[in-house]
């Protein structure tokens, strides 16, 4: 997305937006991994960049839409916790690019397993 | 839920005796305490956020996590301390709300898990149950962040394993309390957002409110707010507080009847009856029950008992609407009331009276000891003095009456000073000489030092208010009809007029406002935040020079009160 000021333009690639959600993410409780979207995604975001895998983020005019595919810590509740990933990252990305978040979608991937319980 | 004094025969009395061991049931005692402790804290802690998102308030996730707790525990009939912590544990993970609840949840199951089946819990279990929570709550999350509920649940556990002095478990809960609030005021030093806004953590603050629920009710003081601001021996629960409760657990419908038959089964009906909702009321015999039961859905409880027998004299009740009058006569009942803040105990506190909510915020947060409501047409009693006094716990209590009709009251009440206490009246005569002099205050210093200080800078201030002649009056040479808007500059008569604004350009005018650099105007309760906004652009416009601060006083019958310094 782009902004046109009388000095020039400034421009926020998705991929500055995917590392400031991945960093509000991974400090939101209850999430304990991030997950490719594919299985077959796996060796692309390996080589890829490790510090966006499980971000997808999609921009469309002043439309932004963030995806997260996360996992999620056994025993926790699951709906609250993906509550706070969708609030916690709303509100870093517009503070940090003071825009609109259009949508954040959690995806939860799978449960890491890291109790067991009684 | 209000809980009132609590002290039961599960626990060990305290006191003298010591508190070797708690059971279930003591379990269950000490979650209804901190459940009744951290409602009575709510708002405070919802004060401490930080974050702007929805779903921020912290006390209240915490409340409504500790909220399906205690309605688990309350099922269960269990004795064992380990099968209460679960219950415990399950519940709150079903209720978790917000970031602070699911962490609340993670402490409670690792609590749980290393209770295990444990019959009664002792010193020695506890170490270890506390560790395993917080270890728990470790593990949800990638980057743990410090300076949170996770750094003082951490601490405070640790400082349970490293504790040496002796099994009595109220005394180790004690320190673990005083462990706590060290660790919850440093909560500032580690995490910088935290330092920016000048707030401590508020889910660490969670925490620590629930341990000192637990500690209050084993050392048999009260829980609830109304007993504290009201220092009531004992609290009754009113019905009306009953019926709150479960409605604002969503319970609302309370429903009546009678059943008729020839062979009915009360037991059964009461158990039946009792799970469907709460609140639950059965009695009868085999051939006549009477039934009430707050319920969600009131077609469950007449469906079933149709089942049972014939169906007379039923009825349904919505609470919401009862629970909107209750809610509405509490809040006025805490408007009208006294209120006590934190003092340190030994130190000079401060009383001031306040006429409204918005200027009783302003004094709140100069760090008043005590509130008491009133001003010009409802003047506090010499009584209300004596008895907000009295519950500081301090020697040292200064009382500002920040009205001309309340310098008397307030004197008299220095006159009868109870024993051992020492009251000086600094004879503030309106609502800025008071916010001066109370900004002039400093708790450290000695009494005669602070009265000096504060009626000095009292002294400096100028005061306008605007309100309306009540009869025709003639004073200071202004001749006044009944009903035309009057000022009052330093509580005296000094101007009338047509219109608000006429009074308020001669009041600043009479204040010297062009040689002051501060304007504030408290809007009153007939005014809106539009129209005081729009009033203080006139004055930007005609005084450009000055700075002009806008607060929402919020009291009656002055329409603004000006002040310049």
């Known amino acids: 997305m782009s902004e046109e000021t009388q000095l020039g333009k400034i421009e926020i690639s998705p991929t500055a937006i995917a590392t400031i959600t991945a960093q509000a993410v991974l400090q939101s409780y209850g999430v304990v991994g991030m997950a490719p979207k594919h299985l077959g995604d796996e060796l692309m975001t390996a080589l890829g960049d490790a510090a966006h895998r499980g971000v997808q983020v999609r921009v469309d005019g002043d439309h932004i ?34 825009v609109q978040v259009a949508q954040v979608n959690v995806h939860v991937q799978g449960l890491h397993v890291s109790n067991s319980d009684v | 839920m209000t809980e009132t004094q609590v002290r039961d025969p599960s626990l060990s009395s305290p006191g003298p005796g010591r508190l070797l061991a708690i059971n279930g049931q003591g379990l269950k005692q000490l979650i209804k305490a901190s459940l009744a402790w951290l409602k009575s804290n709510q708002q405070a802690i919802n004060a401490l956020n930080v974050f702007p998102v929805p779903d921020g308030d912290t006390g209240t996730n915490m409340l409504l996590t500790m909220e399906s707790a205690w309605a688990e525990v309350d099922k ?142 084993l050392c048999g003081e009260p829980v609830t707010v109304g007993a504290i601001a009201a220092a009531m021996p004992a609290v009754e629960i009113s019905e009306a507080e009953i019926d709150a409760g479960d409605v604002s657990l969503g319970y609302a419908y ?89 003092v340190q105990p030994g130190q000079v506190a401060t009383v001031a009276v306040a006429p409204g909510e918005g200027l009783s915020r302003v004094f709140q947060s100069l760090g008043v000891g005590a509130i008491v409501p009133g001003g010009q047409t409802m003047n506090p009693s010499t009584e209300q003095f004596l008895k907000v006094v009295e519950q500081l716990p301090t020697d040292k209590v200064l009382i500002l009456p920040n009205n001309g009709n309340v310098v008397l009251a307030a004197q008299q009440a220095a006159d009868l000073a109870p024993a051992g206490k020492h009251i000086v009246v600094v004879p503030t005569k309106t609502v800025p000489q008071g916010i001066a002099a109370q900004l002039a205050f400093n708790a450290q210093s000695t009494l005669e030092a602070n009265v000096a200080a504060m009626e000095h800078a009292a002294h400096h201030i100028q005061t306008g208010e605007v309100t309306t002649a009540t009869r025709d009056v003639e004073m200071n040479g202004v001749q006044v009809k009944q009903g035309r808007f009057i000022g009052l500059l ?28 501060i304007i504030t105007l408290y809007y009153g309760n007939g005014v809106q935040r539009a129209e005081a906004e729009a009033l203080a652009q006139a004055i930007r416009e005609r005084y450009p020079s000055q700075e002009i601060e806008i607060v929402e006083g919020g009291q009656p019958h002055y329409f603004y009160i000006l002040s310049t310094e």
């Not at chain 1, 709906?79 to 503070?95: D, K, L, Q």
């Not at chain 2, 002792?122 to 509920?149: C, M, N, R």
């Not at chain 2, 799970?275 to 409880?301: E, F, N, P, Q, W």
């Not at chain 2, 608000?500 to 040689?515: H, K, N, P, R, S």
Request: net charge negative.
């Open chain 2, 254 to 342: 309370d429903v009546q009847c009678l059943v008729v038959g020839e062979d009915l089964d009360v037991d059964r009906m009461c158990a039946d009856i009792s799970a469907m909702g709460r609140s639950a009321l059965i009695v009868g015999d085999a051939k006549t029950v009477k039934v009430h039961v707050h319920v969600r859905d009131y077609m469950a409880v007449f469906d079933y008992v149709h089942q049972c027998g014939r169906v007379r004299e039923a009825s349904t009740e919505d609470m919401a609407a009862q629970y909107q009058d209750y809610v509405a006569a509490r809040s006025q009942r805490e408007a009208s009331a006294e209120r006590i803040f934190q």
């Open chain 1, 65 to 98: 839409q963030i995806d997260l595919y996360v996992v999620v810590e056994y025993g926790t509740r699951i709906s609250s916790v993906a509550h706070s990933i969708m609030n916690v990252v709303r509100y870093n990305v517009e503070r940090a690019l003071g």
């Open chain 2, 76 to 217: 269960t009939p269990a004795d064992r301390v380990g099968q209460v912590a679960r219950a415990i544990a399950h519940g709150a993970l079903m209720g978790a709300r917000g970031n602070s609840g699911v962490i609340l949840s993670q402490l409670w199951r690792g609590f749980a898990r290393s209770l295990d089946d444990k019959e009664t819990l002792t010193a020695a279990d506890l170490a270890p149950a506390l560790q395993e929570g917080s270890q728990t709550a470790y593990k949800g999350v990638i980057k743990p962040v410090e300076g949170t509920i996770l750094t003082v649940a951490r601490e405070v556990a640790e400082a349970c394993a490293d504790d040496t002095g002796d099994d009595d478990l109220a005394a180790i809960l004690e320190r673990l309390v005083a462990r706590g609030r060290e660790s919850v005021a440093r909560t500032p030093t580690l995490l910088p957002i935290l330092k920016q806004a000048g707030v401590v953590d508020s889910g660490g603050q969670g925490y620590l409110v629930i341990l000192e629920g637990m500690l209050r009710h």
């Open chain 2, 490 to 517: 330093n509580d005296m008569l000094s101007t009338s007029g047509d219109s608000i604004e006429d009074v308020v350009w001669g009041l600043l005018e009479q204040m010297g406002t062009a040689d002051r650099e």
